[in-house]
């Protein structure tokens, strides 16, 4: 219930206003879970390519970037207006987050408050408010839930417990299927562990690393359906990605700086920080305390420019981009700490107040105190910050730094360009001539033209009447498993010199029309994953279900 509430408190006064200002990463996300939406409201379940977002390039974003979690978010569209249902899908996952972080601390430490202490310090990380309710970095955030139970289950392992590989299976796999950066991350620093790990024991514990591979085998197995797109439309196909290195990069000083006065920047606020400047106090404490306070230091300095990521460009690490997406990591580790010290400290003090009460005011105190870093987005989507509702864009451009949308014109925000997304997952010889199949110009042996378009689900048609026989260069990206049917025939597209669907076309009325063709794989894949669930959910409950 407590949960529930402190959910209800950040969500409300957002879904109060009934519009809100959106910037950053919002319209690239708000616009994958449009196309699922339109395409679901058209009897398809399958998004494969933009054809009413994203100007309708055919864009494959929804092969190569994971969509599972946005599914829900169209769901709800469905029942609710577009910004009630994603404050809905949002704090969903908030407050699913609070019972996994529960869930995890209890497996740990079989301790109800300090479990409650570690749900609170994690879940209203300032990092991860900013993530969620501010610059709606919505695939990094929701990964973000989950990670607390990836390195539980982890833990577990290495405390031999049987059964962790199956729920840290389950929880790499629900990071993938949101966020691969996040799980390359997470995998990064459990390799980590497990090297130094070697090294101080001396010797090599072959039950953790069965158990670790039997944990990576069944993680395949579950994301199969993330990783069919990738190998058949995207490995080896010179498709971009987004900005390749390290592109934002935070100073040491601004993180501190942002993290004492507990602001909606990157950092981890101030609660989190006096974890390190007491971690003295762990000494008298169970080893993992020390070692959670220790990583927790490391990663926030490796989140900053104190390590010389610029030295890094050329590396595998610097797939990351931002270095600061360590700093959820570093939050998970010193509220590991955090949830110890203040556990002790409360009970320690001679105060005259029952230990329940005590830890309810500590609770209390605890989010009134992180509750400043999303007052803004409150107050901002509250009065508008003065902006005028967004209108439509009557020419092809980007979408302003800053828009205010409500319920009314939430369509609008669809005809803009999107800033930060737009032409990722562009086959690279496309990125070079993006304005002009974004402008949605069509070159007929060569010569420009505008055609009408007409969309549905996974495909865009174009009508032509050619005099002679010519060679049409559509504005619709060509993929690997792109198709082209010219007045019902299915004829091979061609690839043409800006990377988009072309093909030699006879004289005369034609309907020519573009589409995708799922992978066979896929449905196959699905299933399979489906019942690697199943299995997950029997080997966790056979017990109790034999009892």
């Excluded at 950066?181 to 090294?199: D, F, N, P, Q, Y």
């Excluded at 974890?275 to 305390?289: A, C, D, Q, R």
Aim: aromatic share 14%.
């Amino acid at each position: 219930m407590l949960f529930f509430i402190t959910t209800a408190l950040m969500i409300l006064p957002l879904l109060k206003a009934h519009q809100m200002i959106i910037v950053s990463d919002w319209t690239f996300h708000a616009s994958r879970v449009e196309e699922i939406f339109r395409n679901l409201q058209a009897g398809e379940w399958y998004t494969a390519i933009a054809t009413h977002t994203f100007q309708g390039t055919g864009v494959a974003s929804w092969l190569f970037y994971p969509t599972p979690m946005l599914y829900i978010w169209a769901g709800l569209r469905f029942i609710f207006a577009p910004i009630t249902a994603f404050y809905i899908w949002i704090g969903m996952f908030i407050f699913i987050g609070f019972l996994i972080d529960y869930w995890c601390m209890m497996r740990v430490v079989n301790n109800p408050w300090q479990s409650v202490l570690f749900a609170y310090a994690y879940s209203l990380l300032p990092y991860r408010i900013l993530l969620g309710l501010n610059v709606y970095t919505l695939a990094e955030f929701i990964a973000t839930l989950f990670i607390p139970l990836v390195f539980a289950s982890f833990y577990g392992i290495l405390r031999n417990q049987p059964k962790a590989w199956i729920a840290l299976s389950a929880g790499m796999a629900l990071v993938v299927y949101t966020h691969l950066l996040t799980a390359i991350i997470a995998v990064e620093i459990m390799g980590v562990i497990m090297i130094v790990r070697v090294i101080w024991q001396r010797h090599f514990v072959k039950l953790e690393w069965l158990r670790l591979l039997q944990s990576g085998v069944m993680s395949l197995i579950l994301v199969l359906p993330i990783l069919i797109p990738f190998v058949s439309d995207f490995i080896g196909k010179n498709i971009a990605t987004a900005a390749p290195g390290i592109t934002m990069l935070a100073n040491f000083d601004d993180v501190i700086k942002s993290s004492i006065g507990n602001r909606m920047q990157p950092g981890i606020g101030l609660a989190l920080l006096l974890v390190i400047v007491f971690s003295f106090k762990l000494k008298k404490t169970p080893t993992i305390y020390r070692l959670c306070a220790l990583m927790g230091t490391i990663l926030l300095i490796i989140s900053t420019s104190l390590v010389p990521w610029h030295l890094l460009q050329s590396t595998p690490l610097a797939i990351i981009q931002m270095p600061y997406r360590y700093l959820s990591f570093a939050g998970l580790f010193l509220a590991v700490s955090f949830s110890k010290l203040i556990y002790d400290w409360s009970n320690s003090h001679g105060m005259p107040l029952q230990p329940n009460v005590m830890m309810s005011i500590i609770v209390v105190v605890l989010i009134i105190f992180n509750f400043g870093a999303l007052s803004d987005t409150i107050t901002g989507n509250t009065a508008g910050n003065r902006l005028p509702n967004l209108g439509r864009a009557k020419t092809t451009k980007v979408i302003p730094d800053q828009a205010l949308i409500t319920n009314h014109n939430y369509s609008n925000q669809f005809t803009y360009q999107v800033k930060y997304g737009e032409i990722d997952y562009y086959p690279k010889v496309s990125q070079g001539n993006a304005q002009n199949i974004v402008n949605n110009v069509t070159y007929i042996n060569n010569r420009a033209k505008h055609l009408i378009k007409h969309i549905g689900p996974n495909k865009i048609s174009y009508h032509v009447n050619l005099k002679s026989d010519k060679i049409v260069n559509l504005p619709v990206l060509k993929y690997t498993r792109t198709t082209l049917n010219v007045d019902g025939y299915y004829i091979k597209p061609q690839t043409s010199w800006r990377g988009t669907v072309q093909a030699k076309i006879s004289a005369g009325k034609h309907t020519i029309t573009v589409g995708y063709q799922k992978s066979p794989l896929l449905i196959p894949s699905i299933i399979v994953a489906i019942i690697a669930w199943v299995c997950l959910g029997y080997f966790t409950f056979a017990n109790k279900i034999k009892r």
